[in-house]
């Protein structure tokens, strides 16, 4: 089975710049997470869809923060502009169900450095 | 706020002896807890889960100990193998909510 996909690895951009990040969640799992993962920190949610609404987006600033999940497969995140506190790693998970009692499958994260 | 909390950033245990990683939380809303393993340069993989209906709950080497009066919850590996070095955090969960809080980690090194 294959599992969830993310790309770019590796970014770095300047600050102000914009940014995007991609991701395929496992086949047939309705529910997709960006997480935001600090250097040092535990990883904290940005955005949770369910198929392609947004379940819960508090976290997100979306001032510079964007997210999308059109067809309810694939999602993408945008960071524009970019500032420097956005250096951090960023992972895509899904589930098969959201009630965060199943377990997440992670992505193996797109790592944003901001200059 | 941090409310799940990992106080011990690194720990390092010899092989074959047994890790004892700690976590506490704050939210006594929380019912439903999971330890994610992480290796370098990868995402954080599930590892065990325990319910608050429960105060233990095992699979195979991993032990995970729920005290809901102290809001503490601790992973046991042992025998503890070099595999299994990496770093562990701590998720908690409330039913009905979407949000999975996670701990800041913790690295742990088995010695061979």
New interface residues.
């Given amino acids: 089975e294959a599992g969830v996909a993310q790309s770019p690895r590796y970014k770095i951009i300047e600050k102000r710049q914009s940014v995007a990040f991609w991701c395929n969640p496992i086949s047939g799992h309705a529910t997709l997470y960006w997480y935001q993962q600090i250097l040092g920190q535990g990883p904290k949610l940005l955005i949770q869809f369910q198929n392609n609404g947004v379940v819960d987006d508090s976290q997100l600033p979306k001032d510079r923060f964007s997210a999308e999940r059109l067809k309810g497969v694939d999602s993408t995140l945008k960071i524009q502009p970019a500032k420097l506190e956005d250096s951090a790693v960023y992972l895509c998970a899904s589930s098969f169900s959201g009630t965060n009692t199943g377990e997440l499958f992670f992505g193996e994260g797109s790592r944003l450095t901001v200059l | 706020d941090q409310q799940?909390k990992?106080n011990s950033p690194s720990l390092s245990v010899q092989e074959g002896r047994i890790s004892i990683l700690n976590c506490d939380y704050t939210n006594s809303m929380f019912d439903?807890f999971?330890w994610?393993k992480k290796y370098p340069?990868?995402?954080?993989?599930?590892l065990i889960?325990i319910?608050s209906i429960k105060d233990k709950n095992e699979d195979g080497r991993f032990t995970v100990f729920l005290n809901k009066s102290a809001k503490h919850l601790s992973l046991h590996i042992v025998p503890s193998q070099p595999g299994d070095s990496a770093v562990y955090?701590c998720?908690a969960?409330?039913?009905g909510?979407?949000?999975?809080?996670?701990?800041?980690?913790t690295r742990l090194t088995v010695i061979p």
């Fill in positions: 799940v990992q439903y999971l994610y340069a990868e995402g954080p993989t599930f889960s319910s955090f998720a969960s409330q039913t909510a979407n949000n999975l809080f996670f701990g800041t980690g």
